[in-house]
């Protein structure tokens, strides 16, 4: 489908002010180079609630949206996808001017999760052993990386490995050591969370990435399922064209529409908050 458009639920009483269809309202939707659409905002009468919320880092050139609820950097918003992406960070070992990086927590009660299907479990270096695991010790998925030559768009074992993740993840740690105990295994190595695209696009080489402190990662907040007909929902603001309009089904489904009239007489997706 192409651009959507939102459909708000009226019936609750605090999304009174965040129904209007941003271009009617002075809601902040955009924070340096990142739109901030509905139903994520700057502004708390602008959000659809507190797990959604952004806080915009002015004092940065540009300006830096992060996520209230896990103080992740937000680099992108996609209503089509339910989806964001944000700056993971990087698990480093041997790396000179990098401190440990902390354990990434989403809370329990937010919709967002790590995408299974978007992201890799990445490990970079020379006898590289890394575990990736949840907030209780236990190892989620691991990999690891021989010494060797290899093509350095290659990451199948020699200098870099990768496997997928479990579905689910809203909270984990890596590990990242050395299991042969070999003087070249002593060099810099790293283990991240990524965006497989972002990984093999070329943006940054591998020795670039063990230098880095983040990477790219994806976190899924909806998933489509199926098709709604609005042209039988009577309670929603009527949007202009190409803005987005919404309506609420249930506590966790929305319906997203596409280029609504004023009839709102089109179909639209069912995304679930996770």
């Known amino acids: 489908m192409g651009a959507i458009s939102v459909l708000f ?17 002075y809601c902040k939707n955009k924070c340096g180079n990142v739109d901030i659409p509905y139903p994520f905002g700057i502004e708390p009468q602008c959000v659809m609630d507190d797990t959604f919320g952004v806080t915009c880092n002015d004092t940065t050139n540009p300006p830096r949206p992060f996520l209230n609820s896990s103080g992740m950097e937000l ?31 989403l809370s329990s009660t937010n919709p967002f999760v790590l995408s299974n299907n978007s992201n890799r479990f990445i490990a970079l270096g020379c006898d590289t052993y890394a575990n990736l695991l949840d907030m209780a010790g236990s190892v989620l998925t691991g990999c690891l990386s021989m010494c060797g030559a290899s093509n350095v768009s290659d990451c199948f074992g020699i200098n870099c490995c990768q496997t997928t993740i479990p579905p689910g993840i809203r909270s984990f740690e890596a590990n990242v050591s050395t299991i042969f105990d070999r ?19 070329g943006t940054k080489s591998r020795d670039d990435m063990l230098r880095m402190e983040y990477v790219p990662a994806v976190l899924q907040w909806g998933t489509c399922q199926g098709r709604c007909d609005i042209s039988k929902v009577s309670d929603f603001v009527k949007c202009s064209y190409g803005g987005y309009c919404w309506h609420q089904l249930s506590p966790s489904h929305h319906c997203i529409c596409t280029g609504c009239n004023p009839q709102g007489n089109l179909l639209g997706l069912i995304v679930v908050f996770i």
């Open 9 to 25: 639920f009226l019936s609750i009483p605090w999304l009174t002010a965040a129904v209007v269809p941003h271009e009617w309202t």
């Open 183 to 201: 003087n070249d295994g002593n060099r810099c190595k790293a283990a991240f969370m990524v965006e497989q695209d972002w990984f093999y696009s």
């Open 75 to 105: 680099l992108q918003v996609s209503l089509t996808s339910g989806s964001i992406r944000v700056n993971n960070p990087v698990f480093s070992s041997n790396c000179s001017n990098m401190t440990r990086a902390a354990a990434v927590t």
